[in-house]
């Protein structure tokens, strides 16, 4: 059983940065694929970045330039680099797990474990 741990929300003017990471705990191994998803509300659930353990990347077109996916096996942590904020970037933020092949997948039917999630506000 694999066990998200989010952390590194917070609230922030737009155009500010903020620095999103994920512990993965339970089973530790690296061929996992990993992927931040988020929530506004009233909205669905929407991939943001997904990256597997070679470092192959896909992201949503909206965050392109803006926000960077990466990971560090060693540690088992999963971040997400997020400069130049906007406010619609506001929502809640999770991180997922699934099979090797779910990275080229911005869809959550994908990722079977999901942390609690990480609450990012830009204020305009």
């Known amino acids: 059983q694999v066990q998200l741990v989010e952390s590194g929300g917070g609230s922030v003017q737009a155009g500010g940065s903020l620095r999103l990471s994920c512990v993965r705990s339970?089973?530790?191994?690296?061929?996992?694929?990993m992927a931040w998803f988020r929530q506004a509300p009233g909205e669905g659930r929407e991939g943001v970045a997904t990256?597997?353990?070679?470092?192959?990347?896909r992201y949503v077109d909206s965050v392109k330039g803006r926000l960077t996916i990466s990971r560090d096996n060693a540690e088992s942590t999963l971040y997400l680099q997020m400069n130049s904020l906007k406010p619609e970037d506001t929502a809640m933020y999770y991180c997922?797990?699934?099979?090797?092949?779910?990275?080229?997948?911005?869809?959550?039917?994908?990722?079977?474990?999901w942390g609690q999630g990480t609450q990012v506000t830009v204020s305009s």
């Open positions: 997922a797990a699934g099979p090797p092949r779910s990275w080229k997948y911005l869809t959550e039917l994908w990722y079977n474990n």
């Open positions: 339970g089973d530790t191994g690296s061929s996992y694929s």
């Open positions: 990256i597997d353990s070679d470092g192959n990347t």
